[in-house]
């Protein structure tokens, strides 16, 4: 936590497409990772599916051809590598300094499909928590405020209509102390997020460690992801979620990665807290992962991907004292100037440099030097065709990845995804 930097079936054959493209893939499970962690929605390539649109009538036109069907499934290696190739694609739409349409900031922003052609995000405008909704994914409608004395919103779909906000809540002793936790608000169905109306909302229990409501760090743990949401019954959900930890406080890190489940149990009626029962991992294999090839600084936001069956996480990560290509000789550790994006494969454990556009990372006629807060997401755009939309934050002056008299701020771009 860095509080400087803000920081039923288809109608057409298109819908059918679609539908391949947000379908869950199967899970790549970490060997030692005990921990329940769902796939992420993306694209998937059994042939069994491709065969299910064939039946709507596809024809080689369409994107799907039956020869495409035909094919074995993604290699591994061959479906990291054309994830890193669309990450780096030249977007279809690109907005720099994103703002919405009443002029919030919309910093550190999490895009999802609501429904087909309707969109959310959740984004930090200061502390505060705010969601928006948008029918075009560029043009962003704010609706409502959901938390306060907060930053790093992640928004995730749960069952039967449910969603989850996860944040990076600050303690009660104050925003200017840095000191913060996990938080974990629910809400029962769509009308109800859009309200701000939450039923439930859950923290880690001030006994973890004797480090109040924190798991390994004495003072900040955030930047919080959701893997996967699944019902346990009467109501009841167990949730999967990724965080950083500050491993050294007082000190400008170093940041590091974990994961953790918590189970719901019972609701307070008057309040609505939850009692769960929780537990976390430091996130090992991934820290070591992106040190071998020289980001050997802070780690902290990530997202979750399956992209042709397999799962993949961008995150923020920042050079140390390995250089890469990516981290050039004079960048300094620790410093905004170093966070740089990487590509975790859960399968192999190992990380590799993510580039951005350059559309993206021009702001006022000035390219940047870093980025950081990754999210990304594989939805349909409104006329139906899988796309991904990517954010993140480009930190401005002064010490930041753009000169004085430049303004930095949070970036969206969409790339096509078939």
Not at 270 to 299: C, E, F, K, L
Request: proline share 6%; charged share 15%.
């Amino acid at each position: 936590m860095r509080p400087s930097r803000c920081r039923n079936r288809f109608p057409s054959i298109i819908a059918a497409t679609a539908l391949i493209a947000l379908a869950i893939g199967a899970e790549h499970t970490l060997p030692g990772d005990t921990t329940s962690r769902p796939a992420a929605a993306g694209l998937t390539s059994h042939t069994h599916r491709c065969l299910a649109v064939l039946a709507e009538g596809a024809d080689a036109t369409s994107g799907w051809s039956q020869r495409t069907c035909a094919t074995t499934p993604w290699s591994e290696t061959d479906a990291r590598n054309d994830l890193l190739k669309h990450l780096a694609a030249t977007p279809l739409a690109v907005r720099n300094s994103l703002h919405d349409a009443v002029g919030n900031t919309m910093d550190t922003a999490k895009v999802i499909q609501a429904s087909p052609g309707s969109y959310l995000a959740v984004y930090a405008t200061g502390i505060v928590i705010k969601l928006a909704t948008s029918t075009d994914l560029v043009n962003w409608h704010y609706v409502t405020d959901l938390d306060t004395s907060a930053t790093q919103p992640y928004i995730a779909q749960g069952p039967n209509g449910s969603y989850m906000l996860a944040d990076e809540k600050y303690d009660t002793n104050g925003v200017t102390s840095g000191s913060s936790h996990l938080y974990f608000i629910h809400y029962s169905n769509l009308s109800a997020l859009l309200a701000g109306n939450s039923d439930w909302f859950a923290i880690p229990p001030s006994n973890q460690s004797r480090r109040g409501d924190r798991f390994y760090s004495l003072c900040s743990e955030g930047t919080p992801d959701i893997h996967g949401i699944s019902s346990v019954g009467r109501g009841f959900v167990v949730v999967s979620f990724g965080f950083h930890y500050n491993a050294h406080c007082g000190a400008p890190g170093p940041d590091r990665e974990g994961h953790g489940t918590f189970q719901v149990t019972t609701i307070e009626s008057s309040s609505g807290q939850a009692t769960a029962s929780w537990s976390a991992t430091p996130d090992t294999p991934r820290d070591n992962a992106v040190a071998d090839i020289g980001y050997t600084g802070s780690r902290g936001g990530r997202d979750d991907i399956t992209w042709h069956d397999w799962r993949f996480s961008i995150q923020e990560a920042q050079c140390g004292s390995l250089i890469t290509a990516g981290c050039a000789a004079g960048v300094k550790a620790y410093g905004y100037t170093s966070w740089r994006y990487v590509m975790y494969d859960y399968s192999n454990r190992q990380a590799y440099p993510v580039t951005v556009p350059a559309s993206v990372e021009t702001v006022n006629g000035v390219v940047a030097a870093c980025h950081g807060n990754p999210k990304m997401a594989a939805v349909n755009n409104p006329e139906g065709r899988p796309v991904l939309v990517v954010t993140g934050f480009i930190f401005g002056p002064p010490g930041g990845c753009v000169p004085s008299g430049t303004i930095g701020g949070e970036f969206l771009y969409v790339v096509p995804a078939s």
